[in-house]
């Protein structure tokens, strides 16, 4: 998991809540990632940034927002939680464009009651 | 709308073993094809493949790409029971955003 931390690594909250996951990485990666992953759905992604301020969503955004104030911290928000965004959220970098490699955190499972 | 289906959703096969695991995809402006590894935690990278026909090999594993057929195979030799885990693929088009399939999950039995 190289250079990369999440936090909190579970949590379990109820529904309307609002929650946010931090991602932390010491690589100075230039492209951060979040993605959720679902029985049968497999790994999706949410948002990703590709620079300090500069963000833009994935294929399920949709009740997520994100930040990215500095380079090593990408912060995902769950405005207000519901029980279908309890998953396994998982923080990935990567240094380049593409074609790259992607390398990914060791997840936040999220249960929301 | 990228699209990525692996095949076969699970496998279960004897120590020492070969496998080889399936990957089909639809994209638009494909730029590469990423295997994956993933046990019980965060998948850990194995391959990029960029290029038709060129064999990538990392020990047992190895993995070839056919861009004409749009597919992957991901070829693993006398399995050990460490290689049990879920194997992603995953296609990055013009859009510099990776689209992963569901996995195919690898039981090895000693």
């Known amino acids: 998991d190289a250079g990369i931390t999440q936090s909190p690594r579970h949590k379990v909250t109820e529904t309307g809540t609002p929650v946010t996951l931090r991602c932390h990485q010491t690589?100075?990666?230039?492209?951060m990632y979040w993605y959720r992953q679902d029985p049968g759905h497999g790994l999706r992604l949410i948002h990703y940034?590709?620079?300090?301020?500069?963000?833009d969503k994935g294929e399920v955004s949709d009740g997520y927002s994100v930040s990215r104030s500095k380079t090593e911290d990408f912060l995902l928000t769950l405005e207000s939680a519901t029980s279908s965004q309890t998953s396994v959220y998982f923080c990935?970098?990567?240094?380049?464009?593409?074609?790259?490699?992607?390398?990914f955190g060791p997840g936040t499972r999220l249960t929301v009651t | 709308e990228d699209k990525v289906v692996q095949s076969p959703l699970s496998l279960v096969v004897h120590e020492g073993d070969t496998v080889t695991l399936n990957c089909s995809y639809e994209?638009?402006?494909?730029?590469?094809l990423l295997w994956y590894k993933q046990e019980k935690k965060a998948p850990t990278f194995l391959f990029m493949l960029?290029?038709?026909?060129i064999e990538k090999k990392s020990g047992r594993l190895s993995s070839i790409l056919d861009k004409k057929e749009l597919f992957s195979i991901l070829n693993i030799t006398a399995t050990q029971t460490g290689d049990s885990a879920v194997y992603l693929c995953?296609?990055?088009?013009?859009?510099?955003?990776?689209?992963f399939g569901t996995g195919t999950r690898l039981t090895i039995i000693p």
């Open positions: 995953a296609v990055e088009g013009g859009n510099e955003k990776l689209t």
């Open positions: 990935a970098i990567s240094e380049l464009g593409g074609p790259y490699e992607q390398y």
């Open positions: 994209v638009t402006n494909f730029r590469s």
């Open positions: 940034s590709y620079g300090v301020k500069d963000t």
């Open positions: 690589e100075n990666h230039r492209y």
């Open positions: 960029t290029s038709s026909g």
